[in-house]
């Protein structure tokens, strides 16, 4: 099953651990588990006679354009923040363009497509960060050699600290009833 595959992987990832626990794929993704199995993202990389060539057509353009961008405003390293956008930085790379950084969402299936675009940002990227380890887990699968690794979202804490920000006021301002009212 995807889950004892994955737990040869990924052995400590608790969505793995929970995964266990549930019995059918429609409840894994029901549960939110989606982001764990490769699979449950295959659709969105099965190839179209028309859509496929017109949107790696797109991919080139935008490759080309975030190239000239980079070279007009001088910038030191470009940051994908999606895997779609990491493979306009690989292309942007291979013409000259700065080091490229790219922030992995999502898990890329195992199969030949996922491979190949994990390969393609593996040569191109000086980095590859991910949203969880076993987003990470599963981007290395493959890799001569692993390159992402799991960084936290960043946030000011001090902006953000429930302690110095009176919730009612936030509440009361944004309209939302306060907390146990309604």
Known sequence: TAVSVLSNYCPRVPVIARARELETRSQLLA???????PEAIEASLRLD???????L???????????????RFGADVVHANTTRAGLMG?????????????????????GTIGLEVRRV????????LTVSQDIACSFNRGLDRPLATHVYNGFDRERFDPARVATVDVRRRLGIPAAGAG
């Not at 549960?31 to 199995?37: K, L, P, V």
């Not at 006679?49 to 949107?55: A, H, L, M, R």
């Not at 797109?58 to 000239?68: E, I, K, Y």
Request: glycine letters at 10%.
């Open 49 to 55: 006679p028309v859509q496929t060539p017109v949107n």
């Open 57 to 71: 057509l797109r991919l080139a353009a935008g490759g080309v354009a975030l190239s000239r961008a980079a070279r």
């Open 121 to 128: 940002l593996a040569r191109s990227a000086g980095a590859v």
């Open 90 to 110: 690989s292309l942007a790379r291979a013409l000259g363009g700065p080091p490229l950084v790219v922030r992995a969402h999502e898990a890329l299936p195992d």
């Open 31 to 37: 549960a939110g588990a989606a982001h764990a199995y």
